[in-house]
């Protein structure tokens, strides 16, 4: 008698199997894809437990578990995720947006006029440049990154979410930026040092684009990079504005110190973990 799988069996046997291949949230992730191939909500599977699926079902099923199973992450898998709300496709061309940089987004939003200049440095996905161009209607963006592939989904991302005619994508490397002035220069850069690469997770490592988190050999030539250019670009009270690694809060903050901004300061995540570093331009 062929074997009847049921959502609840299916589930169950895949929150073990993932969990046994060391991935973390295994039940979450079943579900979560589980979701996707019968097109329901979470709570849709748990008011169709007893459901059994079909062999086309299963067969998509297994080809996504199969792809978590070696660590590739859920967001690729799926296509998309969330940020400040919003929805974002994503795709091994950019690095998945994280929770954490949301605190690089309230500082800007702190200090961004209502009609001022941004500019968002390795724009990766748009996260950073959507989410202020959808908070700041007045505002002009202008959102570079060096990967061609990286702008085509930041542009998809843009068009998404209603914003693309006030963002101004352009494929342009860190050491020459362009030339503002802005009001607020916003960066989450590459920051992980070369000899902690190997040790990242496997989805990180093995699947997100290197290009987007290898930082040099103490995680800091990005921040170096941004620093020394920051004054020349910035207007009088602008501000510069990153997102930082652990441990790096200290050397960032010395590094805007030395290249004259001002009011330099550092802001924690929800974690309690020194997430955003920021100084302005002098007035005068």
């Known amino acids: 008698m062929k074997e009847t799988w049921t959502v609840l069996k299916v589930l169950q046997w895949t929150a073990g199997y993932l969990k046994d291949k060391d991935v973390e949230n295994a039940r979450l992730d079943a579900e979560l ?22 062999a086309v079902e299963l067969n998509a099923y297994r080809q996504m578990v199969g792809r978590r199973s070696r660590r ?7 296509g998309r995720t969330e940020f400040w709300s919003l929805p974002f496709a994503v795709n091994p061309a950019v690095l998945i947006p994280r929770s954490d940089t949301e605190i690089l987004v309230e500082e800007a939003l702190a200090r961004a006029p209502a009609e001022g200049m941004i500019l968002d440095v390795g724009t ?6 959507v989410a202020l161009a959808h908070e700041l209607a007045g505002a002009r ?5 060096t990967s061609a592939a990286a702008l085509e989904v930041a542009t998809e991302n843009a068009e998404h979410n209603g914003v693309a005619g006030r963002i101004d994508f352009r494929q342009l490397d860190l050491a020459g930026l362009p030339p503002g002035p802005f009001d607020l220069i916003v960066a989450n850069p590459p920051y992980i040092p070369t000899a902690d690469l190997a040790g990242l997770m496997p989805e990180v490592r093995d699947f997100e684009p290197a290009s987007a988190l290898a930082g040099g ?18 207007v009088p009270g602008g501000w510069l504005l990153v997102e930082v690694g652990i441990g790096q809060a200290s050397p960032v903050r010395e590094l805007f110190e030395q290249v004259g901004l001002r009011e330099v300061f550092c802001r924690d995540d929800y974690g309690g973990i020194p997430r955003v570093v920021g100084g302005c331009r002098q007035e005068f």
């Open 33 to 54: 894809l589980l979701a996707e191939v019968l097109d329901l909500d979470r709570i849709g599977l748990y008011l169709n437990y007893d459901r059994p699926l079909n």
């Open 124 to 129: 990766g996905s748009g996260a950073i440049a």
């Open 217 to 234: 050999s103490d995680g800091l030539d990005c921040y170096r990079l941004l620093a020394e250019q920051a004054a020349g670009h910035l």
């Open 141 to 145: 963006v202008v959102a570079i990154d």
């Open 72 to 78: 590739e992450p859920l967001q690729y898998i799926l």
